[in-house]
């Protein structure tokens, strides 16, 4: 058994570190997804289905590979809500949580949205139920029964009383009879059971009798919390026992040894019933014999298959049944090395080490996480640990982490700033908490006890700064070298609400954003002089003024969320209506700066335009190396548009790609790479864009993929390479396949020639030349590539 489950982990943290650290094709999509959280675990003959965090993983139990189940692979979404698996036709029964199904059947998905697109009102799914070909899927509106064979929904059954929609938390199929457990009509917080004869016209709300329950209700002291089937038994699980419903409609008590489970759950009909300390397996024929185990799991299931026992611990796990002392043959955990969940409010990419942090307001702890060479980790877990923090303190919570600051002459020390001051750490450990007490910072009003940090930065000498936006005060604030902190005093960003994102451009501008309430862009050129306020220039703008058609227009946006800055200096702004274009920015100080909004020309008359993306929340802005803009919004997914936002040129949405919600928070372009980090409200992608940004010389070209082998059908990319590199491709014998211009640091070719047949085996030459300089001077650089075909 161990020399098993070890296998089983090397095989799989070899397969997750490759798929991590792949060069990824343009076009490419991948998924970087937490699977903590299980919430079902449903085995089959072959193989092992896992439901975690919205998401799914696979494991097989003859190649012990795990294998995850993204929208990469065909499904829907990433907000999986349950699963069964259907023996009868091997089919996996997926729905999620905007109730589309999914059918997995040998690899192949088959999508159906007729549940989702109906008009019934109560589409909250609460449970599903296999009974041969069908799964009978409990609503709050009633059941629908889905036939996976046929793949169409078979019935539905709007059982309430008068024919109404009434809750069904589950439904059982025993002997032809249909059982469903109901909520009372009388007390929602109360349970019924009635039942539908076999032969009885199911779709009649009358042909459906209600039967008493094995406790009496109204009990408001008695919970009924599952009902299910084995052994030709209806099992009823309440806090006073589990039941078992006799022949002659007599309710029996089965509690093992006169303990109340937790849970209970079927597979093949045997029912394993589950405490947080101990797991029970029952006989099949016997509900009176079972295999009884101490083990620690709020979630197992009883394989008959294999007579082990699928566990939910820390990850999941399996133990040997036939061993008397099961936690001596509980395995190792199978767990996938993510970040700890999928909900995150921003993200940041640095040197191809992810940063990410989420859980805004009072009612979650935030959440601080992320990855360094290949493994994640979890400062907010650290937090969790850490019991001195609440002995200073009681009172201190972990709420609304904003964007990380990683110091840039040592990774490991990381700074997080939240509500209660900016967190300080190294290696992972907490070394302090600034907030009002031991620093210049200001309360949120004078009276609070919250310190709101919501930015920070270093300039080039290694100062600290942070924006402690608050009712009253000063709202930028830095630490020097020394460790001395010092209020800056900037008369025009008194008393600003907000401050959650901050900028610097090339000439050294910094841009602080008052998101909402007063929402404002806060300028300020230090002149790198950051303790000396005398010759600071400073501008807060939160009214922006531009001209169309011949007149000036007021541009006054609720929210503004980011700003990014073009290779033309233009700063673009993400704001609640759409983006705005900051022109000469070099003259904002002096009211010279202008503004556009980019406009779309309309499809159906070439005469009239339209703002772009006027009506979208646009959360943010990436440039990538083409000058093009990549443009995040609330709702409608993913924008490419050209670099002055004339053409739309991509729209991803959940219908178009492999986004998992279009609800897009947050997005990253790696320069290096040309590499997409996208962070939706359901999970984190990435995606290989077909640019990068142009490098300063030739050192770093790369070509991939290299060789390009015989089942490759994609382009060849050449990476690294000087803006506007004349590219040329050459056979051995010389002749000329292709010749270009580079935009921006990447140039893809189709590895095809002129007619468009794929080239040959053989080696291939590339020569990359820079135009002329004023001197007449060119760089070179001669690299080679196979094709094997």
């Given at each position: ?139 709050d509106a009633g059941i629908v029964v889905y036939n996976t064979r046929k793949k169409e929904v078979l019935d539905t059954y709007i059982i309430g009383y008068d024919g109404q929609y009434e809750v069904v938390y589950q439904t059982v199929v025993l002997n032809g009879d249909i059982y469903a457990l109901m909520a009372d009509r009388s007390n929602c917080s109360h349970r019924k059971l ?367 969320f980011a700003v990014e800055e073009d290779h033309k200096g233009d700063i673009w702004i993400a704001t609640d209506q759409g983006p705005l274009v900051m022109k000469n920015v070099k003259g904002v100080f002096d009211g010279k700066e202008t503004y556009v ?193």
């Open positions: 058994m161990r020399r098993f489950i070890y296998t089983v982990i090397v095989l799989f943290i070899a397969t997750i570190s490759v798929f991590a650290k792949r060069n990824i094709a343009p076009g490419e999509w991948q998924t970087i997804r937490s699977y903590n959280g299980i919430t079902s675990i449903i085995p089959s003959k072959e193989k092992v289905y896992v439901v975690a965090n919205g998401g799914m993983y696979i494991y097989d139990k003859k190649t012990k590979e795990v294998k995850p189940l993204s929208t990469l692979d065909g499904l829907s979404s990433s907000a999986i809500e349950m699963v069964e698996y259907v023996e009868s036709t091997k089919t996996l029964f997926i729905i999620h949580s905007d109730m589309t199904i999914d059918l997995l059947v040998n690899g192949v998905t088959f999508s159906d949205e007729s549940i989702k697109d109906s008009e019934i009102s109560g589409k909250k799914v609460n449970s599903l139920k296999v009974d041969g070909d069908n799964v009978y899927v409990s609503l009635r039942i539908c004869k076999n032969g009885e016209n199911a779709n009649d709300y009358g042909a459906w009798v209600t039967v008493p329950l094995p406790v009496s209700c109204p009990a408001d002291s008695v919970v009924v919390k599952k009902m299910d089937c084995s052994s030709g038994h209806i099992l009823i699980l309440t806090t006073e026992g589990l039941y078992a419903r006799l022949g002659d409609g007599s309710w029996v008590d089965i509690s093992p040894k006169g303990i109340v489970p937790d849970t209970i759950q079927v597979y093949k009909d045997r029912l394993t019933a589950i405490t947080s300390w101990q797991i029970m397996a029952f006989h099949k024929d016997n509900l009176g014999d079972m295999k009884y185990r101490e083990c620690w799991s709020n979630l197992a299931v009883y394989d008959v298959d294999e007579d082990v026992v699928w566990l939910d611990k820390d990850g999941l796990r399996f133990a040997d049944l036939s061993v008397e002392e099961l936690s001596a043959t509980v395995s190792d955990p199978i767990i996938f090395d993510g970040p700890s969940q999928n909900e995150y409010y921003s993200l940041q990419v640095l040197d191809g080490e992810i940063y990410l942090t989420g859980n805004h307001g009072y009612s979650t702890p935030a959440v601080a996480d992320y990855s360094r060479d290949g493994k994640w980790h979890y400062l907010s877990k650290f937090l969790e640990r850490d019991s001195t923090i609440k002995e200073k303190n009681p009172k201190y919570e972990f709420h609304s982490a904003y964007r990380m600051l990683v110091d840039p002459l040592d990774k490991d020390h990381i700074f997080v700033p939240t509500w209660w001051g900016l967190h300080e750490f190294y290696n992972d450990s907490l070394l302090r908490i600034y907030d009002k007490s031991n620093s210049a910072f200001q309360g949120t009003t004078e009276s609070s006890r919250c310190t709101k940090v919501e930015c920070a930065w270093y300039d080039e000498d290694h100062n600290l700064f942070a924006a402690n936006p608050a009712s009253f005060g000063n709202m930028v604030y830095a630490m020097d070298t020394t460790g001395e902190w010092h209020e800056l005093n900037h008369p025009k960003f008194l008393n600003q609400p907000s401050a959650r994102f901050h900028y610097r451009t090339k000439s050294g501008l910094d841009f602080i954003v008052a998101e909402y309430r007063q929402p404002a862009l806060c300028i300020l050129d230090m002149n790198k002089t950051p303790f000396d306020e005398s010759d600071d220039r400073t501008k807060a703008i939160s009214s922006f003024s531009y001209s169309e058609d011949g007149l000036v227009e007021t541009f006054q946006p609720v929210y503004i909004r980019p406009k779309i020309t309309r499809e159906d008359d070439s005469r009239y335009a339209d703002y772009l993306l006027a009506s979208d929340k646009v959360k943010k802005i990436q440039v990538d190396g083409k000058n093009r803009k990549w443009i995040a919004t609330e709702g409608n997914g993913l924008f490419l548009v050209s670099a002055s936002g004339d053409k739309i040129l991509e729209n991803f949405t959940t219908k178009n790609s492999p986004l998992s919600s279009n609800v897009v928070m947050d997005i990253v372009y790696e320069k290096e790479t040309g590499v997409l980090y996208i962070l939706t409200d359901t999970g984190l992608l990435m995606y290989a864009t077909d640019s990068s940004f142009p490098e300063d010389d030739f050192n770093n070209v790369t070509i991939y993929p290299n060789p390009v082998r015989s089942d490759y059908d994609g382009d060849v990319e050449i990476k690294g390479l000087m803006d506007e590199s004349n590219v040329r491709i050459t056979d051995q014998r010389g002749m000329v396949i292709e010749n270009g211009i580079s935009k921006g640091g990447t140039y893809r070719f189709s590895a095809r020639r002129s007619d468009g047949s794929r080239l040959p085996t053989g080696v291939y030459n590339v020569f990359v030349t820079t135009a002329a300089d004023d001197e007449g001077l060119t760089e070179t650089k001669n690299l080679k590539f196979a094709i094997i075909r």
